[in-house]
């Protein structure tokens, strides 16, 4: 029988490793326009959010919205837009990606109080299903499906 990574391999999935935080979160690297950054993977989140004081660092155009985000903690909460950004995780990558900021200070203060580090955001199910992801919690890793391979 072929391992996972093998089989997904000849499908054109590229593996990405995880690191498990002591929060128990998934934390992925990825680029913004070029630029790394530390990201939460968050199956539950509907969109890839970037915190609102991270947008020079990532070289984003912001607009005003008039969505509020929601999330664990925090209600209600003011959002921007940023339109047509790049995205790249490992050798994955996409264009023309739209991002929601917002303030992911409480994120941010809950990870340090558990000897985490900060994140710059949020890689939510958006990002997910566009990549067809597959998790492997055991081997603690994360399969995207190569843009190369024509999906």
């Not at 985000?69 to 921007?80: E, F, I, K, L």
């Not at 023309?96 to 985490?116: M, R, Y």
């Not at 299903?129 to 081997?139: E, L, N, P, V, W």
């Amino acid at each position: 029988m072929k391992s996972l990574k093998t089989f997904l391999g000849e499908k054109g999935f590229v593996k990405i490793p995880l690191v498990l935080t002591n929060t128990n979160h998934f934390e992925i690297q990825a680029k913004i326009n070029g630029i790394e950054g530390r990201f939460i993977l968050d199956t539950g989140a509907s969109s890839t959010c970037v915190g609102v004081d991270c947008a020079e660092h990532f070289n984003l155009n912001t607009e005003d919205s008039q969505v509020k985000a929601a999330g664990a903690g925090a209600n209600n909460m003011d959002t921007r837009m940023s339109k047509r950004n790049t995205l790249s995780i490992g050798p994955w990558n996409r264009d023309k990606v739209k991002l929601v900021l917002f303030n992911l200070s409480h994120v941010n203060e809950a990870l340090i109080q558990h000897d985490s580090l900060p994140v710059h955001g949020i890689i939510g199910a958006d990002i997910l299903k566009k990549a067809r992801a597959i998790i492997d919690y055991g081997k603690k890793c994360v399969y995207l499906k190569s843009n190369r391979s024509g999906i």
